[in-house]
């Protein structure tokens, strides 16, 4: 059904960008949030990033004005200006348009995930 595959992760020193990409089938039309995901060594899951069918955008304080979300046929997170702290393993996530405006993340059969890219910025 819903599949969903990132790309994109690698090394850079601190100061870098990456361009990390989600490539989502599964379903009809463009109708799905979607989000982005990072959990680091020895740290809870962090919800980075979240872009809603009609383009409004959330993100983690912590990335704001270095991150940006956006989606075309698939789901995109622009990361500039990384930092060591920015290293973690990044998950591509979707659920329902109408779970966008929730405060948390839906836990239910009808959120995906893919299966992470890793991002790892030495200083």
């Known amino acids: 059904q819903v599949q969903l595959v990132e790309s994109g992760g690698g090394s850079v020193q601190a100061g870098g960008s990456l361009r990390l990409s989600c490539a989502v089938s599964g379903y009809t039309g463009n109708s799905y949030c979607a989000a982005w995901f990072r959990r680091a060594p020895g740290k809870e899951r962090e919800e980075v990033a979240r872009?809603?069918?009609?383009g409004t955008r959330i993100y983690t304080d912590s990335v704001k004005g270095r991150f940006t979300i956006s989606r075309d046929n698939a789901v995109h997170l622009q990361m500039n200006g990384l930092t060591p702290e920015d290293t973690a393993m990044y998950y591509c996530?979707?659920?329902?348009?109408?779970?966008?405006?929730?405060?948390?993340?839906?836990?239910?059969?009808?959120?995906?995930w893919g299966q992470g890219t890793q991002v790892t910025v030495s200083s």
């Open positions: 996530a979707t659920a329902q348009w109408w779970d966008c405006g929730s405060s948390s993340w839906p836990d239910n059969p009808t959120t995906y």
């Open positions: 872009i809603s069918p009609t």
